[in-house]
């Protein structure tokens, strides 16, 4: 009995005798060739015993894994297919098959690029779940015969973080056709091409999209430049920009099905003879809460009314706390534009208060109007920039005579909405639109031990890539101090450090101050969860970073750390970096740096301050990685010594002299 017992307990202990962890495969070959014979071994490799594994023998080895769940990590580099499709070629050919759970995981992506040659889409996926993070799918096209996915079709469960999907084609979804349940977070859909949805089409599953970036994408025959949904879609705190549709819905068009869009900017997006230059409602419905909906246009004429927002029969389009304004359809005699802001009076959007409408007249409304505007406003909007969020949007200016009681600031399902696009607080009277224009970023519960800085380190899901077409590597959720970018560069690119310059750790992307003499980025923390501890002078800090510069030259950055009352006085100042040439021995590195002290009473915000200043150049060299900022768990010793940390720490440090 004793021995069955410890048999038993020690069967318990081992667990299942079938379980095995899943593998996990590490391509080291940019050639793309099929994996070998035996492809249920557990081994990437393109032959029997030569120890090669391509992306694509590592899709196969782990499409063939029991139970599924292999994981494959793609270095840097540029991976392209080459092999066209062929009938019954299965995954040996064309696109990428995926089809067992897995996960797929890149360097970033600008680090990481899988090109499909425009032979075949890049990827197909058919399971449940997959994950492809940090990297880049581009030129991938629908092959002849199909008309779905030019750079993925997803008919499994597919989710992507940290990915751009760029400068792909097909006849339905340029960049991604969907027809499962789809996620993106953190993601740019940019400068894909199709005859309806160039950048996602989504029928008839799921489709969510969130923190992202919808740019630059074109349906050249149909509808929905952007986007074309016929599935149950929810898009939150994204970015939907200069998109372009020959027919109707530049920015989105829904073809049926159910599109919630929350805490979005849709502006500068084009569409032409059928109108809706943000959006066209031609079946389903479609509810805009909390968006700015700002120069779209009709370019061509067709009927009136439908510069912005386009309804048509049959269709529900409705529009609750937004900002619309600024939108144009072709002036009648063709000579020119006029303003047209939403709906028709044959086929009206849906309001359900709190709209502000830039030109009244050209708004048709039915529903509850109490509180919009019954003539024209100017809503005071700021250019779009990056101002705290993923990507950029558009800050207003004014003062807050458009706020509205908390009462009404819900979702779709009425709860109360705790943020704005940028993830930033809507505390008390939020505001119309996207954006809530006095407000900081309440990081989420508990604040000890979590890291508050968000993209401290240029990379991971905060996407090291630009999102306006100029060549600018804006960094995420930095808000811009001067109008220049603090930007973000892969270690190893020509010119710029190696990874082996920066501490160990560090990871594939850094902060660099671009082609500015002085470029500040900065955040806004709030912290005031935790008021009595920091008025009992227990809260503690520590701050830290990595901060170089290149060769002999002494450009430098550092971070600055205001800590801000309730009545908006600085209580306290901490900064680190600053590092000069003699620092870093007159070699390009950067250094570790780090301070630890106890929050000053009386602080409600934190503010960081990322600063890159040139000495010397054409470019400002100033580097930062691994930037964070933790409030620790408290211990005796540090209780014991708040008094004088504190002191020491509210001191901002003198900044380190230049070698000349």
């Known amino acids: 009995m004793k021995l069955f017992l ?118 197909a996926s058919q399971s449940d779940p997959v994950l492809l993070r940090g990297l880049t799918v581009r030129n991938g096209k629908t092959p002849s015969g199909e008309f779905c996915g030019g750079g993925i079709l997803n ?9 751009v999907v760029t400068d792909n084609e097909g006849l339905v979804g340029g960049g991604i056709c969907s027809g499962g349940a789809l996620e993106l977070r953190h993601c740019i859909v940019e400068d894909n091409r199709a005859e309806t949805g160039g950048g996602i089409a989504g029928s008839p599953g799921s489709v969510r999209i969130a923190d992202s970036a919808i740019v630059r994408n074109s349906a050249g025959v149909g509808s929905g430049g952007g986007i074309a949904n ?29 599109l919630i869009v929350l805490n979005s900017t849709l502006h500068d997006n084009e569409a032409g003879t059928a109108g809706g230059g943000a959006v066209l409602a031609k079946a389903g419905e479609i509810q805009l809460i909390h968006a700015t909906v700002t120069e779209n246009r009709q370019t061509l004429l067709g009927p009136p009314g439908r510069g912005g927002l386009a309804v048509e029969p049959g269709a529900s389009l409705s529009l609750r706390n937004s ?151 804006a960094a995420p959720y930095w808000s811009r101090v001067f109008d220049v970018d603090l930007t973000q560069i892969a270690y190893g690119a020509p010119g710029y450090p190696l990874l082996g310059d920066a501490p160990a750790g560090s990871g594939s992307y850094f902060f660099a101050g671009g082609l500015s003499a002085l470029t500040s980025a900065f955040q806004l923390i709030d912290i005031s969860e935790l008021a009595a501890e920091i008025d009992a002078g227990t809260l503690a800090f520590t701050l830290e970073g990595a901060f170089g510069g290149a060769a002999n030259e002494d450009d430098d950055a550092s971070l600055h750390v205001r800590f801000v009352d309730a009545t908006e006085l600085t209580v ?19 250094l570790h740096d780090a301070e630890r002290g106890f929050v000053p009473a009386g602080a409600r915000t934190v503010e960081l301050i990322l600063e890159s200043q040139r000495a010397a150049g054409d470019h400002n060299d100033g580097y930062a990685d691994d930037l964070s900022l933790v409030l620790p768990e408290p211990s005796g010793w540090l209780l014991g010594a708040a008094a004088i940390l504190t002191t020491l720490a509210m001191r901002p440090r003198p900044r380190r002299a230049r070698a000349r």
């Open 155 to 163: 008919d499994g469960n597919l989710s992507l973080e940290n990915v």
């Open 323 to 473: 900002v619309v304004a600024g939108n144009l359809a072709p002036n009648g005699a063709g000579t020119g534009y006029v303003a047209s802001e939403c709906g028709s009076f044959e086929n009206p959007a849906l309001s359900g208060d709190y709209n502000l409408i830039g030109d009244r007249a050209s708004c048709f409304l039915t529903g509850a109007l109490a509180h919009v505007n019954a003539s024209d406003v100017d809503p005071q909007l700021l250019p779009l920039a990056p101002n705290g969020g993923f990507a950029r949007d558009r800050a207003g200016s004014g003062p807050t005579v458009r706020a509205i009681p908390s009462a009404s600031c819900t979702d779709e399902l009425g709860a109360p909405l705790r943020e704005d696009q940028r993830g930033y607080a809507r505390t008390g009277a939020c505001d119309i639109g996207a954006v809530q224009v006095a407000s900081s970023y309440v990081p989420p519960s508990p604040l000890r031990g979590a890291e508050l800085i968000r993209n401290g380190g240029a990379e991971g899901n905060e996407l090291g890539r630009a999102t306006d077409g100029t060549g600018s590597q």
């Open 230 to 258: 016929a599935a149950a879609m929810r898009i939150e705190r994204t970015l939907i920009e200069q998109n372009y549709a020959e027919e109707g819905g530049g920015g989105i068009a829904g073809v049926a099905g159910e």
């Open 572 to 590: 306290g100042m901490v900064t680190i970096g600053g590092f000069t040439a003699a620092d870093r021995g007159g070699v390009t590195r950067l």
């Open 6 to 123: 410890r048999l038993v307990f020690l069967a318990s202990a081992l667990g299942p005798a079938s379980a095995v962890a899943a593998p996990t495969f590490v391509v080291d070959s940019l050639v793309d060739a099929p994996g070998g014979a035996n492809l249920s071994d557990g081994v990437c490799e393109t032959a029997p015993g030569n120890g090669v594994c391509t992306l694509r023998a590592a899709v196969m080895e782990a499409n063939a894994v029991a139970g599924g769940g292999a994981t494959i990590r793609l270095p840097a580099g540029v991976y392209v297919l080459t092999r066209p499709p062929t009938e019954g070629g299965g995954a040996a050919n064309g696109d990428l098959d995926l089809a067992a759970p897995l996960t797929i995981l890149g360097a970033g992506p600008s680090a990481t690029i899988i090109d499909g040659s425009d032979l075949d889409r890049v990827f």
